[in-house]
């Protein structure tokens, strides 16, 4: 039973997946680190964050609302990992497989909301 969004495993990938995006940008060169690398970051840390924030809205409508903004984060996110692989030829392989997977799971629970309502 789920009784907190830290029981949702798609708050928990999400969750994982900042500490890989820290430890993937930690290998951006330091002019980055107010540009790209701080954008994945808050990119990364936009995801669980608002899993969490939209589990503790008082309507599904409002809950569907901040995956929806999660959901987008992860986009953003999944381009931002391309550019940083494309322009530093930096290893980001493993969190754009778990961005595709809580991609998967965001669009599942988003359409599980949207029939319960």
Same mark, same amino acid.
């Given at each position: ?23 993937? =940008?930690?290998? &951006?060169?330091?002019?980055? *680190? !107010? ?9 990364? $840390? ?32 999944? =381009?931002?990992? &391309?550019?940083?692989?494309? *322009? !530093? ?9 778990? $961005? ?18």
């Amino acid at each position: 039973m789920i009784k907190s969004f830290k029981d949702l495993v798609v708050w928990q990938k999400s969750f994982n997946l900042v500490q890989d995006v820290y430890a993937a =940008t930690e290998q &951006l060169p330091q002019s980055e *680190l !107010y540009g790209l690398s701080s954008q994945i970051r808050r990119s990364a $840390v936009s995801i669980p964050s608002n899993i969490a924030e939209g589990s503790k809205r008082s309507t599904s409508k409002d809950y569907i609302q901040f995956l929806r903004v999660a959901y987008g984060s992860s986009a953003e996110l999944e =381009t931002q990992l &391309l550019l940083a692989k494309a *322009l !530093y030829n930096i290893e980001v392989d493993d969190p754009l497989g778990l $961005v595709e997977e809580i991609q998967k799971m965001l669009q599942s629970l988003i359409t599980k909301l949207i029939t319960k309502t």
